[in-house]
Protein backbone atom coordinates (compact mmCIF):
# COMPACT_ATOMS: atom_id res chain seq x y z
CA UNK A 1 0.00 0.00 0.00
CA UNK A 2 1.10 3.49 -0.95
CA UNK A 3 2.26 6.11 1.77
CA UNK A 4 0.37 9.41 2.62
CA UNK A 5 1.64 12.63 2.29
CA UNK A 6 2.03 13.17 5.72
CA UNK A 7 3.67 9.41 6.47
CA UNK A 8 6.30 10.00 3.73
CA UNK A 9 7.02 13.67 5.69
CA UNK A 10 7.58 12.21 8.88
CA UNK A 11 9.75 9.62 7.30
CA UNK A 12 12.42 12.16 5.66
CA UNK A 13 12.22 14.12 9.07
CA UNK A 14 12.94 10.98 11.01
CA UNK A 15 15.85 10.29 8.66
CA UNK A 16 17.36 13.94 9.21
CA UNK A 17 16.99 13.37 13.21
CA UNK A 18 18.67 9.86 12.81
CA UNK A 19 21.43 11.47 10.12
CA UNK A 20 22.44 13.95 13.03
CA UNK A 21 22.23 11.47 15.76
CA UNK A 22 25.14 9.37 14.40
CA UNK A 23 27.94 12.00 15.15
CA UNK A 24 30.26 9.59 17.79
CA UNK A 25 30.55 13.05 20.20
CA UNK A 26 26.99 14.09 20.26
CA UNK A 27 25.63 16.45 22.57
CA UNK A 28 22.58 16.83 24.68
CA UNK A 29 19.60 15.32 23.37
CA UNK A 30 18.15 17.81 20.20
CA UNK A 31 14.83 20.36 21.61
CA UNK A 32 11.62 18.13 21.91
CA UNK A 33 9.00 19.71 20.72
CA UNK A 34 7.63 20.60 24.44
CA UNK A 35 10.98 22.19 24.79
CA UNK A 36 10.00 24.57 22.06
CA UNK A 37 7.18 25.78 23.08
CA UNK A 38 8.77 26.86 26.07
CA UNK A 39 8.59 30.59 27.04
CA UNK A 40 11.53 32.56 26.77
CA UNK A 41 13.73 31.91 29.88
CA UNK A 42 13.65 34.04 32.71
CA UNK A 43 16.85 35.39 32.65
CA UNK A 44 15.63 36.31 28.75
CA UNK A 45 13.11 38.62 30.92
CA UNK A 46 15.25 41.25 32.25
CA UNK A 47 15.49 44.66 31.44
CA UNK A 48 18.62 45.85 29.39
CA UNK A 49 19.90 48.79 29.35
CA UNK A 50 17.93 50.93 27.21
CA UNK A 51 20.82 53.42 25.94
CA UNK A 52 21.19 51.90 22.68
CA UNK A 53 18.22 52.71 21.72
CA UNK A 54 19.08 56.56 21.77
CA UNK A 55 22.44 56.23 20.35
CA UNK A 56 22.09 57.62 16.54
CA UNK A 57 24.55 55.29 14.39
CA UNK A 58 22.99 52.07 13.78
CA UNK A 59 26.78 49.77 14.22
CA UNK A 60 27.45 51.66 17.75
CA UNK A 61 24.00 51.12 19.00
CA UNK A 62 23.82 46.99 18.17
CA UNK A 63 27.44 47.20 19.67
CA UNK A 64 26.27 48.56 23.15
CA UNK A 65 22.99 46.62 22.83
CA UNK A 66 25.53 43.27 22.55
CA UNK A 67 27.80 44.55 24.90
CA UNK A 68 24.67 45.11 27.25
CA UNK A 69 23.34 41.43 26.75
CA UNK A 70 26.46 39.90 27.11
CA UNK A 71 27.64 41.39 30.46
CA UNK A 72 24.20 40.62 31.81
CA UNK A 73 24.85 36.78 30.92
CA UNK A 74 28.28 36.76 31.91
CA UNK A 75 27.99 34.41 34.97
CA UNK A 76 25.77 32.19 33.04
CA UNK A 77 26.32 28.57 32.10
CA UNK A 78 28.91 28.55 29.79
CA UNK A 79 28.31 27.32 25.98
CA UNK A 80 30.85 24.80 24.67
CA UNK A 81 31.48 24.57 21.15
CA UNK A 82 33.63 21.59 19.91
CA UNK A 83 34.84 20.34 17.01
CA UNK A 84 37.45 17.90 15.95
CA UNK A 85 39.28 19.07 12.52
CA UNK A 86 40.35 15.12 12.33
CA UNK A 87 36.46 14.56 11.23
CA UNK A 88 35.09 14.48 8.23
CA UNK A 89 33.44 17.48 6.85
CA UNK A 90 30.19 15.73 7.32
CA UNK A 91 30.62 14.95 10.74
CA UNK A 92 31.81 18.50 11.59
CA UNK A 93 28.44 20.12 10.38
CA UNK A 94 26.26 17.32 12.49
CA UNK A 95 28.19 18.58 15.61
CA UNK A 96 27.14 22.85 14.52
CA UNK A 97 23.97 21.56 13.86
CA UNK A 98 23.53 19.56 17.03
CA UNK A 99 24.92 22.16 19.19
CA UNK A 100 22.33 24.52 17.87
CA UNK A 101 19.44 22.40 18.31
CA UNK A 102 20.12 22.20 22.11
CA UNK A 103 17.80 24.36 24.47
CA UNK A 104 20.25 26.76 25.77
CA UNK A 105 20.72 30.88 27.33
CA UNK A 106 22.54 31.64 24.02
CA UNK A 107 24.15 34.78 25.42
CA UNK A 108 25.93 33.35 28.04
CA UNK A 109 29.67 32.81 27.85
CA UNK A 110 30.53 31.14 24.75
CA UNK A 111 33.98 28.67 24.54
CA UNK A 112 35.46 27.39 21.66
CA UNK A 113 37.99 24.10 20.82
CA UNK A 114 39.36 22.70 17.94
CA UNK A 115 40.34 19.07 18.95
CA UNK A 116 43.08 18.57 16.98
CA UNK A 117 44.62 22.30 16.71
CA UNK A 118 46.92 23.92 18.70
CA UNK A 119 44.99 27.45 17.93
CA UNK A 120 43.50 29.19 20.94
CA UNK A 121 41.85 32.33 21.70
CA UNK A 122 39.87 34.71 19.48
CA UNK A 123 40.81 33.16 16.16
CA UNK A 124 39.29 29.84 17.11
CA UNK A 125 36.04 31.53 17.86
CA UNK A 126 36.23 33.46 14.09
CA UNK A 127 37.10 30.25 12.47
CA UNK A 128 33.90 28.39 14.43
CA UNK A 129 31.87 31.89 13.44
CA UNK A 130 32.84 32.02 9.59
CA UNK A 131 32.15 27.81 9.38
CA UNK A 132 28.39 28.52 10.09
CA UNK A 133 28.24 31.85 8.14
CA UNK A 134 30.10 29.61 5.04
CA UNK A 135 27.41 26.68 5.27
CA UNK A 136 23.99 28.94 5.57
CA UNK A 137 25.30 30.53 2.61
CA UNK A 138 26.50 28.21 0.62
CA UNK A 139 24.87 24.72 1.89
CA UNK A 140 25.86 21.83 3.86
CA UNK A 141 27.61 18.71 2.30
CA UNK A 142 25.17 16.66 4.70
CA UNK A 143 22.12 15.30 3.00
CA UNK A 144 19.60 16.19 4.66
CA UNK A 145 16.61 16.62 2.62
CA UNK A 146 17.50 13.66 -0.21
CA UNK A 147 18.60 16.18 -2.74
CA UNK A 148 22.13 16.01 -2.35
CA UNK A 149 23.84 18.86 -0.88
CA UNK A 150 21.42 20.62 1.87
CA UNK A 151 20.86 24.66 1.06
CA UNK A 152 18.64 26.38 3.13
CA UNK A 153 18.42 29.28 1.53
CA UNK A 154 18.22 29.34 -2.33
CA UNK A 155 17.48 31.77 -5.14
CA UNK A 156 19.88 34.58 -7.07
CA UNK A 157 22.02 37.10 -5.16
CA UNK A 158 20.08 39.72 -3.32
CA UNK A 159 16.98 36.92 -3.91
CA UNK A 160 17.22 34.69 -1.64
CA UNK A 161 14.56 33.06 0.18
CA UNK A 162 14.36 30.00 2.34
CA UNK A 163 14.24 26.61 0.67
CA UNK A 164 10.82 25.01 0.39
CA UNK A 165 12.00 21.61 1.58
CA UNK A 166 9.62 20.05 3.65
CA UNK A 167 11.54 17.73 5.53
CA UNK A 168 13.97 20.56 6.49
CA UNK A 169 10.46 22.16 7.81
CA UNK A 170 9.43 19.45 9.43
CA UNK A 171 12.94 19.20 11.40
CA UNK A 172 12.96 22.54 12.53
CA UNK A 173 16.30 23.17 10.68
CA UNK A 174 15.16 27.00 10.14
CA UNK A 175 14.75 27.44 13.48
CA UNK A 176 18.79 26.15 13.89
CA UNK A 177 19.38 28.57 11.30
CA UNK A 178 18.02 31.60 13.19
CA UNK A 179 20.05 30.38 16.29
CA UNK A 180 23.06 30.62 14.06
CA UNK A 181 22.34 33.60 12.34
CA UNK A 182 21.34 35.33 15.87
CA UNK A 183 24.41 33.79 17.57
CA UNK A 184 27.09 35.26 14.91
CA UNK A 185 25.50 38.27 14.80
CA UNK A 186 25.98 38.51 19.19
CA UNK A 187 29.60 37.54 18.60
CA UNK A 188 30.45 40.14 15.91
CA UNK A 189 30.75 37.06 13.17
CA UNK A 190 30.51 37.69 9.49
CA UNK A 191 26.73 37.41 7.97
CA UNK A 192 24.53 35.69 5.48
CA UNK A 193 24.12 37.98 2.66
CA UNK A 194 21.63 38.59 -0.35
CA UNK A 195 18.40 38.02 1.46
CA UNK A 196 15.51 38.67 -0.52
CA UNK A 197 13.81 42.33 0.75
CA UNK A 198 10.63 40.77 0.76
CA UNK A 199 11.48 37.69 2.85
CA UNK A 200 13.22 40.17 5.43
CA UNK A 201 10.21 42.78 5.42
CA UNK A 202 8.54 39.36 6.52
CA UNK A 203 10.66 38.52 8.71
CA UNK A 204 10.77 41.34 11.07
CA UNK A 205 6.70 41.42 11.09
CA UNK A 206 5.87 42.90 8.07
CA UNK A 207 2.43 42.54 6.67
CA UNK A 208 2.88 39.44 3.84
CA UNK A 209 1.17 41.38 1.55
CA UNK A 210 2.99 44.58 2.02
CA UNK A 211 5.96 42.86 0.66
CA UNK A 212 7.59 44.18 -2.54
CA UNK A 213 7.86 41.01 -4.52
CA UNK A 214 9.89 40.84 -7.87
CA UNK A 215 10.34 37.89 -10.36
CA UNK A 216 13.87 37.18 -9.52
CA UNK A 217 12.58 36.49 -6.23
CA UNK A 218 11.22 33.02 -7.29
CA UNK A 219 13.74 30.43 -7.03
CA UNK A 220 11.98 27.96 -8.59
CA UNK A 221 12.97 28.37 -12.68
CA UNK A 222 10.05 26.25 -13.81
CA UNK A 223 7.38 28.20 -11.74
CA UNK A 224 8.88 31.56 -12.38
CA UNK A 225 8.63 30.62 -16.09
CA UNK A 226 4.69 29.96 -15.61
CA UNK A 227 4.35 33.35 -13.83
CA UNK A 228 5.93 34.92 -16.48
CA UNK A 229 3.03 33.98 -18.94
CA UNK A 230 0.78 36.40 -17.38
CA UNK A 231 3.13 39.23 -18.90
CA UNK A 232 2.33 38.60 -22.03
CA UNK A 233 -0.93 40.27 -23.64
CA UNK A 234 -2.52 37.35 -25.34
CA UNK A 235 -2.10 33.63 -23.91
CA UNK A 236 -2.50 30.17 -25.57
CA UNK A 237 -4.91 27.74 -24.46
CA UNK A 238 -2.17 25.90 -23.42
CA UNK A 239 -0.25 28.36 -21.57
CA UNK A 240 -4.26 29.17 -20.20
CA UNK A 241 -4.24 25.67 -18.80
CA UNK A 242 -0.47 25.65 -17.52
CA UNK A 243 -1.40 29.08 -15.35
CA UNK A 244 -4.56 27.44 -14.65
CA UNK A 245 -2.89 24.05 -12.71
CA UNK A 246 -0.68 26.42 -10.83
CA UNK A 247 -2.88 28.78 -9.62
CA UNK A 248 -5.80 26.34 -8.75
CA UNK A 249 -2.63 24.17 -7.08
CA UNK A 250 -2.36 27.03 -4.90
CA UNK A 251 -6.36 27.77 -4.55
CA UNK A 252 -6.36 30.80 -6.52
CA UNK A 253 -8.96 31.00 -9.82
CA UNK A 254 -8.24 30.19 -13.30
CA UNK A 255 -6.46 32.65 -15.37
CA UNK A 256 -9.27 35.15 -17.10
CA UNK A 257 -8.95 37.88 -19.41
CA UNK A 258 -9.99 40.29 -16.65
CA UNK A 259 -7.50 38.90 -13.50
CA UNK A 260 -4.67 38.19 -15.42
CA UNK A 261 -2.73 41.36 -13.89
CA UNK A 262 -3.80 40.05 -10.50
CA UNK A 263 -3.05 36.76 -10.51
CA UNK A 264 0.18 37.56 -11.38
CA UNK A 265 1.15 39.40 -8.17
CA UNK A 266 -1.01 36.74 -6.38
CA UNK A 267 1.20 34.00 -7.98
CA UNK A 268 4.26 35.37 -7.36
CA UNK A 269 3.72 36.51 -3.72
CA UNK A 270 2.21 33.23 -3.03
CA UNK A 271 5.53 31.12 -4.80
CA UNK A 272 8.03 33.73 -2.86
CA UNK A 273 6.17 34.38 0.90
CA UNK A 274 3.20 31.67 0.84
CA UNK A 275 5.13 28.66 0.15
CA UNK A 276 8.18 30.36 3.01
CA UNK A 277 6.00 31.42 5.90
CA UNK A 278 6.64 28.46 8.23
CA UNK A 279 10.56 29.19 7.31
CA UNK A 280 10.33 32.32 8.35
CA UNK A 281 8.69 31.64 11.63
CA UNK A 282 11.01 29.37 12.55
CA UNK A 283 14.21 31.84 11.91
CA UNK A 284 12.19 34.47 13.40
CA UNK A 285 11.99 32.08 16.93
CA UNK A 286 15.84 31.06 16.03
CA UNK A 287 16.22 35.02 16.39
CA UNK A 288 14.63 35.54 19.79
CA UNK A 289 16.06 32.34 21.29
CA UNK A 290 19.40 34.02 20.86
CA UNK A 291 17.52 37.53 22.49
CA UNK A 292 18.47 40.11 19.70
CA UNK A 293 15.27 40.78 18.51
CA UNK A 294 14.63 43.55 21.05
CA UNK A 295 17.06 45.57 19.01
CA UNK A 296 16.11 44.34 15.27
CA UNK A 297 12.44 45.17 16.05
CA UNK A 298 13.15 48.65 18.05
CA UNK A 299 15.97 49.71 15.58
CA UNK A 300 15.21 48.84 11.86
CA UNK A 301 18.23 50.85 10.45
CA UNK A 302 20.31 47.71 12.02
CA UNK A 303 18.52 45.05 10.44
CA UNK A 304 21.08 45.70 7.45
CA UNK A 305 23.69 45.39 9.27
CA UNK A 306 22.36 41.60 10.12
CA UNK A 307 21.35 41.12 6.48
CA UNK A 308 23.39 43.36 4.05
CA UNK A 309 23.24 42.67 0.40
CA UNK A 310 25.81 40.77 -1.83
CA UNK A 311 27.98 43.39 -2.76
CA UNK A 312 28.83 43.93 0.73
CA UNK A 313 29.71 40.52 1.90
CA UNK A 314 33.55 40.31 3.69
CA UNK A 315 34.94 37.23 2.40
CA UNK A 316 37.37 35.65 4.70
CA UNK A 317 40.77 33.02 3.36
CA UNK A 318 38.57 30.35 5.44
CA UNK A 319 35.41 31.13 3.17
CA UNK A 320 37.76 31.20 0.00
CA UNK A 321 39.55 27.88 0.65
CA UNK A 322 36.31 26.17 1.68
CA UNK A 323 34.76 26.92 -1.52
CA UNK A 324 38.01 26.15 -4.00
CA UNK A 325 37.93 22.73 -5.61
CA UNK A 326 41.66 21.82 -5.95
CA UNK A 327 43.07 19.51 -8.80
CA UNK A 328 43.71 15.64 -7.82
CA UNK A 329 47.00 14.35 -9.33
CA UNK A 330 45.87 13.13 -12.27
CA UNK A 331 43.98 15.54 -13.58
CA UNK A 332 44.55 18.15 -15.91
CA UNK A 333 45.56 21.49 -15.09
CA UNK A 334 42.70 22.90 -17.13
CA UNK A 335 40.27 21.36 -14.96
CA UNK A 336 40.95 23.81 -12.42
CA UNK A 337 38.78 26.49 -13.72
CA UNK A 338 36.82 29.48 -12.85
CA UNK A 339 33.43 26.86 -13.01
CA UNK A 340 34.72 25.80 -9.64
CA UNK A 341 33.83 28.65 -8.06
CA UNK A 342 30.52 30.24 -7.26
CA UNK A 343 29.03 32.33 -10.11
CA UNK A 344 28.52 35.32 -8.08
CA UNK A 345 32.33 35.53 -7.31
CA UNK A 346 33.27 35.91 -10.75
CA UNK A 347 31.82 39.40 -11.36
CA UNK A 348 33.50 41.28 -8.61
CA UNK A 349 36.38 41.47 -6.84
CA UNK A 350 37.25 39.56 -3.80
CA UNK A 351 39.13 41.19 -0.69
Known sequence: MSKSCPELLREAANLIEEALSRSPTAPAAPVTPAAQSQQIPAAQSRTPVQEWKLIKEPTQAAKVFKENLLREHATGKPLRMKMDVRDSEEDRERELLLFYKQQQEWACPLHCTLVGDVAIGEGVMRYFMTTIISKLQFGFSLDLGGMGQTLLFEGEPDHLVPAASEALIESNLFRVAGRMLGHTFLHDGPHVTGLSPAVIHVLFNGDPEMATV???????????????????????????????????????????????????????????????????????????????????????????????????????????????????????????????????????DVH
Open 214 to 348: VTEDCPDLHIRSIIELLEHEDLTPEQKDTVSDLSMSWDLPAVTKTNRRWLHNKLLLHAVVGRTMRQIKQLRKGLKDVMVWPLLTSRPDVVPLLFPKMAEMQFTPQMLLEKITWPVEDSDDEDFDRHHLPHHWLSK
